[in-house]
């Protein structure tokens, strides 16, 4: 709900993190630490024991993302924001 919150009120910051390009490595040998730590606390959120963590928490963050940019233009109901996110963690949980 944070995350969606953010994308919501601070919508230029949003979009400068997590829509625009950048030169930033991600999921490569040279990925800052910076980059790796954000990952790695989501990963312990997500998918802590999963064989499959690091993709668990790629398709997790790829589904919240999605989720935040069709809320942001305003192409999904907002009214269904909770039952949404109760979906999401309920497919993602162990």
Known sequence: MAYLAFA???PAVY??????RTN?????ADT????RD???????????????AEIATETFWAALHGLAELERSGRIRPSARD????????LFER
């Open 8 to 10: 919501r009120e601070h």
């Open 15 to 20: 979009e400068a993190m997590f829509a625009m």
């Open 24 to 28: 930033l490595h991600f999921a490569e």
């Open 32 to 35: 800052k630490s910076e980059l």
């Open 38 to 52: 954000g990952f790695a606390a989501l990963m312990v959120a997500v998918a802590p024991s999963s064989s499959d």
């Open 83 to 90: 039952e949404r996110i109760a979906l999401l963690c309920d």
